[in-house]
């Protein structure tokens, strides 16, 4: 994976390179990037590039992901193959594999990958053994080390701690990179040991030329682009017409809000969230918590088309019977506050193994009243 296969962010491609010409390489960078944005592939094409300056023909080797100096830490569970105590190392096949079909995949489209997308995916403290271990040895070919972790803010508490040791004493000639989300889910201590590379969203002309080089019409590539929202995995999906989950969380976000809206003052709709709650609580925690992404972008859509900022809206529904501009005016400045709190506090719960049955009742009950907010 090189520079010229990423999309955009020209600027941080050439802060990265000249950072390696001139041989100031701070030991430890933090990427921060949303869903889609690139930073993983940034991050191994620069590892490539700093790897390759002590032989050129290692660039091959970065591209198979199979270079001895370069290690990976993601997300792992126990699936069919790894049943207990999953690490990295045992995933290295799949996760090579992975890289290659989808480089700009997300969290949970890797774990869909090993078959474990009902399961939570976390860094365990063995990785910390791992990491540990690995950096121990002498480089193979005399140096740099890299360490790329992957959705670090899924490190538990007692592996973040042995990470910050590490940091704080690194070997020599090793580099950590951190790929991250939620950059706040992270120990302060060690976002203060490490530089910070925040990532801002792909353009829309950036997405657009990868799919035009895809062989999308330059039509649908405009539009793609402009429903992506600077999210490169979502417009390959739109480019595929991959939109099922999509469908699936719009037909759930619409029950959910008219049965929330018919339920003040009538106790038979209370049965009706009741079903809706059991329904999504019944998948997966990773799709529940895309669910509620996707439930935040539609309030948001709606809050700005409320208030006229019409050139920001792109969200369109397959259901003729919702239209946003209806819904709107009930999505307003005395109400879209609470509901986002709502829905931070749900996607929290979930995170943290919460009843998703519990989760979801209480949401849909709260948005009842909050719905019913009149805009003074």
Partial sequence: MEFKDILGYDHIKGYLKASVEAGRIPHA?????AEGQGALPMAIAYASLLLAANNPKAQAQCAQLAHPDLHFVFPTAANDKVKKDPVSSLFMTEWRAFLQAQPYGTLFDWLTYLGVEKKQANIG???????TSKLALKSFEGGYKVMIIWMAEKMNVQTANKLLKLLEEPPEKTLFLLVVEDE??????IKSRCQLLRFPPLSEQAIKE??????????????????????FNKALLLMQDKEDEEVVFERWFIAWVRTAYRAKGNKASIHGLLQWSEEVSATGRETQKQFLQYCAEVFRQAFLLNYTATGLVYMQFTDPTFQLQKFAPFIHG???EKIH????????HVERNG???LIFTDLAIKLTRLLHTKNN
Avoid: H, P, W
Wanted: no cysteine; net charge negative.
């Fill in 125 to 131: 403290v063995n990785e910390a053994k791992e990491i």
């Fill in 341 to 348: 709190n709502l829905i931070e506090e749900a996607t929290y």
């Fill in 355 to 357: 009843n998703g049955k």
């Fill in 334 to 336: 005395n109400n879209i």
């Fill in 29 to 33: 960078q933090l990427f921060v990037a």
């Fill in 210 to 231: 990868g799919i035009l080089a895809r062989g999308v019409s330059e039509n649908k590539a405009t539009q793609i682009a402009i429903r992506s929202q600077g999210n």
């Fill in 184 to 189: 706040n889910a992270l120990l302060d201590t």
